[in-house]
């Protein structure tokens, strides 16, 4: 089975599970949370098709790979997953219920002295916790319990985190969710602004806040420039 790869500039960006051994080397890493439990984040072959599966046991990690798409250049992104069942008490508008089966996570840059005070601090403290400057803006794709469809919802600790609710609530558990986004356009909706340069693309399954466990398979993630060209 071949490694997880995010390929390179002007071909198709292409998310297909590998060996745990080879993540590295294809630019693909679990990245850990401070104090946080990691999720794990597998190969798998569900109906002959490559996914990763992703279970979280009280745990959060992201499965990150670093890109560098210019604002120019930005796209479509596409990108796929299933979830047998939701997490019966998470909420991402609450922060001591904010988890997700799924999530598929968007880091951008941007000119830091835009910062408010208070996320200068903050960004700041998590720099010193994590070895590294947070982006300057964060855009997850999510499936949430009950919240609309579109809506926006911003993270309770920094407005610099927003999520869009791709699927919501029960009645497409355990079906495979096929998603397209248009990138600069989600961005604009969601923090009023045009977007900075794309740095990472991440997975991330989350149950630390419910104390719970979860399950969720991710499918391929396809980047396509705004010419229409895999990139």
């Keep these: 089975m071949t490694a997880l790869a995010l390929a390179a500039c002007r071909t198709t960006a292409e998310l297909k599970p590998g060996a745990t051994e080879q993540a590295s080397a294809s630019g693909w890493e679990t990245t850990p949370l401070p104090t946080k439990r990691l999720t794990r984040y597998t190969p798998q072959v569900i109906d002959g098709r490559p996914v990763i599966q992703a279970d979280a046991d009280s745990a959060v990690s992201l499965y990150r790979r670093r890109v560098h798409v210019a604002t120019g250049d930005l796209g479509r992104l596409s990108f796929s997953w299933m979830v047998p069942e939701l997490i019966a ?9 904010e988890d997700a089966p799924v999530r598929v996570v968007l880091a951008f ?14 960004f700041d403290l998590l720099e010193a916790v994590m070895g590294e400057e947070p982006p300057y803006a964060t855009l997850m794709y999510v499936w949430d319990n009950r919240a609309p469809l579109e ?10 985190i ?6 919501s609530g029960p009645a497409q558990a355990a079906i495979w969710r096929l ?4 990138i600069a356009s989600d961005y604009r909706r969601a923090f009023g602004e045009d977007p900075g340069a794309l740095i990472s693309v991440a997975l991330m399954t989350d149950s630390d806040n419910t104390r719970s466990t979860t399950r969720a ?5 396809r980047l396509v420039g705004a010419n229409g060209q895999p990139q």
């Design 162 to 167: 927003r999520k869009i609710v791709v699927d």
């Design 217 to 221: 398979y991710y499918g391929e993630v």
């Design 179 to 182: 998603h397209e986004r248009d």
């Design 109 to 122: 840059d941007g000119d830091r002295n835009k910062l408010s005070y208070k996320n200068r601090l903050l």
């Design 89 to 97: 008490a998470a909420d991402l508008s609450r922060n001591e219920t």
């Design 151 to 160: 809506s926006v919802i911003t993270a309770g600790r920094t407005d610099r």
